[in-house]
């Protein structure tokens, strides 16, 4: 069997104490600390003072220094506020400051050796905790395999705790899984939700898979999830079947639910389909949105920007590639095709893209039919406009099929390949400044060196965590690889995020009350946590102490005085503006009964006119009916004026008769007897 020669580093407490021996305590509750001064600001050093106390001695009992002193008022309350954070937590607290501080401070430390220990490659030796006041410290130990490239953590209590005193950063590690695992795969889609890692899907041998999978991050143990038939939903009528699919999105919604968005299927839809997936009720549902929804298609990148999902890209079910841009708003469910302007990404797949300060959309690599691509692509979201930045540093190489994930501003992508071989650099691209760095490479061909692999981020203990999982390079991969990366998010906001809030929002506290303290005083101060600790009883400190006192009250008085003269002008302007608005309202209300009567007023005026309207419409009727009549008049009485011209005519033809007819010898009374 192979061996390895590694160094196992020194457990806790032992690495503890190290490390205070380091700062300059000599191990003691009540060292002082004569180096410390020269090593860190008066902050930290305030904060490492607390922790150690904390770690040493327990919560602080001792109560507030009667005397004014800025000194002891400090260190009080670095101890104070730390609360009932557990030794163990203050004795980790402690070693990670130093960490960040000082981040070769071990390799430096003379008093104590590290000892080296043989093991067996890929071999989980017995290890035995060591106990502390009845708290145990699992020796934890990182071993490079025989290629170099990975390192396993060798720990007997499997969990996350063991990762928290890992001293390897910037390397990819092999975690302790438990066996059984998923079966083997890539294009599948991954998400974390209270320290589980969820799988769903991808592509295994060219079959489709659907079953979900959850891996506990701090047993480190594979469960597959049981979906049921289920009831009813809002989304849906009713839970449905997810079908087979690969090359979509998993994106977590809320704290109990996933949405799978999109993806390549054995009989796809025409539009791309949203699923959602409840964990509480273990149900599959399809989730009803409005809008236009876009063709489907596998290869996209979703990604989250607020309440609104950002797809771009992908490849549809002819195999087309496309670039369009579609968002999907969570809040009214409605799908908009964005119109963009400037040069789009040409169209591809099996891209990567984050979110930057919730407005810049970045796209980079993925590929065509043809080639890869390592081209870097921002979407301003607020002007919907698209930019080509130049990009600075070790530019990484044509690539598709990677995974990214964010850790503050910076951007990890890790694995992808360019259709000769896997991608064996880990790269980080500051979003801020566009420059890249190798963050580490792995050697041989490993599944970190994969396409289609994923990246998921998680934390524990205030430490970003990089987990990468499946992946293809020539075969289909389930191992789960971890990394703990030097570039540091915002500590204090990870540090909420722990499962033990209260201790570590002690610890915040305890350092922004600190920080006060100290501002209040830097005049008074002239040192950093050599005179906190040690030049306490001389006679020079003393004085000006009280001198710095006696300044600081009358600075306090004077300003109190101009604090209740503002506050009592504030009171008058919001005494002033109350009666404003009381006024305001009563002149609101008097309008809006004046807009009343003026509504009804009008409404009277409409039925009035209404009914002039109808009197106007029935004159019209009336003048038409009489102009009708006088048309029939005028005609009856030109057919009267020709009925009388034709009476006299005709008594004129008459009696011109007679007189021919007496000319003629014919007397009138024959004429008429022969008519």
Known sequence: MAMARASSGLAYPERFYAAASYV???????????????????????????????????????????????????????????????????????????????????????????????????????????????????????????????????????????????????????????????????????????????????????????????????SWTWSRVEVKSG??????????????????????????????????????????????????????????????????????????????????????????????????????????????????????????????????????????????????????????????????????????????????????????????????????LNMSTLVWSVVTTVQGRVPLASEGLSLVLSSYNGEDILISFGGYNGRYNNEVNILKPSHKSTLQAKLMETPVPDSVLAVQNATNATRDVESEFETGQEGKIGEIVDNVDSEPMITRTEESNEHLLATLKAEKEELESSLSKEKMKSLQLKQELTEAETQNTDLYKELQSVRGQLAAEQSRCFKLEVDVAELRQKLQTMEALRKELELLQRQKAASEQAAMNAKQRQSSGGVWGWLAGTPPNQNADDD
Not at 25 to 45: I, L, Y
Not at 131 to 154: C, D, H, Q, R
Not at 197 to 203: A, E, K, P, T, V
Not at 295 to 309: C, D, E, H, P, Y
């Open 24 to 218: 300059g305590f000599d191990g003691s509750p009540t060292s002082s600390s004569k180096g410390v001064s020269s090593k860190f600001a008066n902050d930290v050093a305030l904060l490492l003072y607390g922790l150690f106390q904390q770690a040493t001695v327990g919560p602080c009992k001792i109560p507030n220094p009667r005397s004014w002193s800025p000194i002891e008022q400090s260190k009080w309350t670095s101890w104070h506020g730390l609360g009932n954070m557990a030794s163990t937590e203050a004795m980790r607290l402690f070693v990670k400051i130093l960490e960040e501080e000082d981040p070769g401070w071990y390799s430096r430390a003379s008093n104590y050796a590290e000892p080296v220990v043989d093991l067996a490659v890929n071999h989980n030796p017995k290890v035995e905790p060591i106990t502390e006041n009845g708290n145990a410290f699992p020796e934890t130990k990182s071993i490079p395999t025989e290629n170099g490239s990975l390192l396993e953590i060798e720990d007997k209590d499997v969990g996350l705790d063991g990762l928290g005193s890992v001293n390897v950063y910037d390397q990819w590690v092999g975690p302790p899984v438990a066996d059984p695992r998923p079966k083997a795969r890539y294009e599948h889609g991954t998400a974390v939700i209270d320290d589980k890692m969820y799988i769903f899907g991808g592509n295994h041998n060219g079959r489709y898979l659907n079953d979900l999978q959850v891996l506990d991050l701090r």
């Open 231 to 428: 009831i009813e939903s809002l989304e849906s009528p009713s839970p449905i079947p997810v079908p087979p699919c690969a090359g979509h999105s998993l994106i977590p919604w809320g704290t109990n639910k996933l949405l799978s968005i999109a993806g390549h299927t054995k009989d796809p839809s025409e539009t791309i389909q949203v699923k959602v997936f409840d964990l509480p009720t273990g149900t599959w549902s399809t989730l009803k949105t409005y809008g236009k929804p876009p063709v489907s298609r596998g290869g996209q990148s979703v990604t989250l920007v607020g309440s609104s999902l950002v797809i771009f890209g992908g490849q549809d079910a002819k195999r087309s590639l496309l670039n369009d841009l579609h968002i999907l708003d969570l809040e009214s469910m409605t799908w908009d095709e964005i119109d963009t302007v400037g040069v789009p990404p040409s169209p591809r797949s099996d891209h990567a893209a984050a979110v930057h300060a919730e407005r810049y959309l970045l796209i980079f690599g993925g590929g065509s039919h043809a080639a890869c691509f390592n081209d870097l692509h921002v979407l301003d979201l607020q002007v919907m406009e698209w930019s080509r930045p130049t990009q600075q540093g070790e530019i990484p190489s044509p690539r598709a099929g990677h995974a990214g994930v964010t850790v503050g501003e910076n951007w990890f992508i890790v694995g992808g390949g360019d259709n000769r071989s896997g991608v064996s650099e880990t790269v980080v």
